[in-house]
């Protein structure tokens, strides 16, 4: 089975709480152990930003959100679970304890991921009764935006643990990276730690604050890293003659005194204070949760941003996501169709910080994107969904008259409706209206032309009898609706 049916999380912390939240809204039924007293509240102010995040990440159909429950013990949150992710805190007692409790109580089948940061697996296994399914699935912060897990077995964790894991991570969005050999804080963190080591130096020997510091990071590498990573930036940097260039000229600086990176700093009260401090001039202005807001929006426009990479074929982390929405398209259920009596609703959006332009407002081509997003939910409906365009038939705009009548603003929900105008078996004619739903206002219409056409063949042909099949009802009852009022306008011509 490469689809998890139901998962559990036990600890719901920043780590849990996040994890639950990336499996409700992949559409799985959740029960979350905590036994801390506010776990309910935490979690709801996580599930709201992560739902606020989802909302601009796609535009792709997430499926209904799985049901979250919470539960009292370890052993009803596991009770018919096939994947449950450890989040307790990093000690190595508590978790070899939670994860016995959970291997005793679990189904001998489910998969049992630990998010620890950088104990050993085989330490963490070491008394289970079932360890052959116990791994690291290593997530980083925040677990329901950034897709990586490291997954790391043990010695007495299976092959085929792992290569399942990462096959269930996928639907969910996430990228499962299957690290060779377990070692203390695996890849991510092992390079986390010595970045980190030596900020601590920098911030001790004032050499700058922690504003400075994260600028350095923020205005040049780290937006390096958020689309290559190490070794290919380098690669890069070493110009036409590359890597073996790069090493030749950087290689001798690993002996001169550039790092302390073998010496660990005192982290005692008086550096404590200071780097507190500091942070709390950077940014305790902020709370918590609008913090994670900025954080949220910051990594959906990098990941959109990703997406277009590459000539538009997408580029890691947006080459991923480009991929999560085809598996969102593929698994959504048909477009219902709704009282054919009536224009039908199509597409439901929210305006989004990237849709809005210098005017303040949502930008032009949204509006089209708006249409065009709801024409393709309208052959969903017919049945030209992306197994027909695969099997090489498929209808293409040809024609749309767009009509913008007012404003919508930052976070603005709209949807669309549509009626049918007399078409045949190649042309499909609608017109459409976008309305605000808070008032129901039209905000915008398109008379839209679409062709059948055989990509095979480049050209229109008849379409085929099944969605002729599906389209005559429509069409019979669109036909007895009076006529959209500006169907037939051209530019210009009076209202
Ligand atoms: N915070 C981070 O940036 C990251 C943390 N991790 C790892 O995730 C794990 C959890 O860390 P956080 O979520 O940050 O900690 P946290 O302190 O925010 O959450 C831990 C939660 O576990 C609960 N808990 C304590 N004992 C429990 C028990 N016996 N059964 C069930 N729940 C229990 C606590 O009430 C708390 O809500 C750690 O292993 C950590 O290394 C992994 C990646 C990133
Ligand atoms: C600080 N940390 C070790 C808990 C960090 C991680 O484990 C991953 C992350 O999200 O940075």
């Known amino acids: 089975m490469t689809r998890i049916n ?78 449950i992710q450890e989040s307790v805190p990093e000690r190595p007692d508590l978790k070899r304890s939670v994860l016995t409790q959970i291997d005793a109580a679990a189904d001998s089948k489910a998969l049992i991921g630990s998010s620890t940061s950088g104990i050993l697996p085989t330490d963490l296994q070491r008394d289970m009764k079932h360890p052959e399914r116990m791994f690291v699935a290593h997530p980083y912060n925040p677990v329901y935006l950034l897709p990586l897990a490291e997954l790391v077995g043990g010695e007495r964790t ?4 792992l290569e399942e894991a990462r096959a269930k991570l996928a639907p969910i969005g996430m990228k499962g990276v299957i690290i060779n ?26 050499i700058c604050d922690t504003e400075t ?27 036409e003659a590359g890597m073996s260039h790069f090493l030749a000229q950087f290689g001798p600086c690993l002996s001169w005194p550039w790092t302390k990176l073998t010496d660990v700093v005192d982290l005692n009260d008086e550096l404590v204070d200071k780097i507190a401090g500091q942070s709390d001039r950077q940014s305790g202005a902020r709370g918590i949760r609008e913090l994670e807001r900025i954080r949220d929006q910051n990594l959906v426009s990098i990941m959109q941003a990703l997406k277009a990479g590459d000539e538009g074929r997408g580029w ?25 009596a009536q224009p039908i609703r199509l597409a439901e959006f929210k305006v989004q910080p990237s849709w809005v332009d210098y005017n303040g407002h949502m930008t032009e081509y949204r509006y089209s994107q708006c249409f065009a997003d709801s024409a393709d939910a309208l052959l969903r409906m017919i049945g030209a969904d992306m197994q027909y365009v695969a099997e090489g038939h498929s209808y293409y705009t040809v024609e749309n008259h767009l009509r913008l009548l ?7 929900g709209l949807y669309v409706t549509a009626q049918l105008l007399p078409s045949d078996d190649k042309k499909l004619h609608s017109f459409l209206w976008l309305h605000r ?7 915008a219409t398109c008379e839209h032309l679409m062709l059948h056409v055989s990509s095979q063949k480049g050209k229109a042909v008849p379409a085929l009898a099944q969605i002729q099949a599906r389209l005559e009802p429509l069409l019979a009852a669109h036909a007895l609706l009076d006529k959209p009022e500006a169907m037939g306008r051209h530019v210009g011509q009076k209202r």
């Open 158 to 161: 299976s092959r085929a643990t």
């Open 6 to 83: 139901k998962a559990a999380c036990i600890g719901g912390g920043v780590i849990g709480g996040a994890w639950a939240a990336r499996f409700i809204l992949a559409g799985i039924d959740t029960k979350v152990f905590d036994p801390h007293p506010d776990a309910e509240r935490i979690i709801g102010e996580v599930m709201a930003n992560a739902e606020r995040a989802y909302g601009m990440l796609t535009m792709a159909p997430l499926p209904p959100k799985g049901k979250l429950t919470f539960a009292t013990s370890i052993e009803e949150a596991v009770k018919g679970a096939d994947w």
């Open 213 to 239: 510091l994260d600028d350095v990071i923020r205005y040049s590498f780290g937006m390096r890293w958020a689309q290559m990573g190490l070794f290919e930036t380098y690669r890069i940097a070493g110009g």
């Open 316 to 340: 890691g982390a947006g080459k991923l996501l480009a991929e999560f929405e085809d598996h969102l398209w593929k698994t959504a259920p048909p477009q219902a169709a709704g009282d054919a």
């Open 406 to 412: 007012d404003e919508c603003k930052l976070g603005d």
């Open 181 to 206: 050999r377990e070692i203390e804080a695996f890849v991510g963190d092992r390079l986390l730690e010595a970045l980190w080591r030596e900020a601590l130096w920098l911030i001790k020997d004032d």
């Open 437 to 443: 739903i808070s008032d129901d206002r039209i905000v």
